[in-house]
């Protein structure tokens, strides 16, 4: 059996992590089953970091990675029927929102201290409270300093939030009136995009980017509809 390991469940989606989010999309679209492991805790990935999958003795990090077994075991191609040019521009689209836009929110809700302390009680509740201040402090310290060597920490939030705008103006236009980014179903770049759009919106102290993306109706009803077709359906 698959094991597929995430963050638990935070600010009402399934996990607190759009990357997880994607992995559980996927493997939806794919039919496969697995058996969902959850931990706050990612230090055992072997790069540190969640989503991770144990397949046959291997353990398998990245959702990249891990798109690439989940369409070898379900032989598929999630992007299937797609030109080659738009497979280019999907490349493009995953790169943009996963190392770009996540950074923006990590800093909006990591960064801002009206957000922080919503972070710290959802991510960190099971750390003893006596200790809860001190480890917390380090580890919000060592994330912002991911995100100064990322370079999005270094810019204001109206800087930031400029940049982040014009990603998803592009993601507005590439969707345009379609139902899914490249047509009418679903493709690998809408299980990158959707649970990011999704983490901006959940956000909860509401930050300029989701407010940008509530005011963009073709968005939020493709939120909407990929939420619900591709979406793990709760037990
Ligand atoms: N490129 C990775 C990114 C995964 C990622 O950044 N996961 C975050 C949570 S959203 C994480 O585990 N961070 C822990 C850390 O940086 O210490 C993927 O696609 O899986």
Redesign the pocket.
Known sequence: MIKLTV?PAAFGEPT?????M?AMCMFRAAGLEYELIETPD?RK?PK????MLEVDGRVV????D?RSIIEVEAEIDFDEGLSDRDRAISRAVIRMV?EHV?FAIVADRWGEDDNWRHVREAFFKDIPGLFRGIVTSFIRK??LQ?LRGQGIGRHSPEERFERVRRDIISLREILADKAYLFGDRPTAADYSVVPMLRAALVTPVEKPLAKFIRSTPNLMNYVTRVTDNCYPIAN
């Open positions: 963050y607190a992590s759009p990357f997880c994607k990612p990935a540190g970091k969640l989503p990090a990245d959702s990249e891990i996963e996540y060592q994330a991911q």
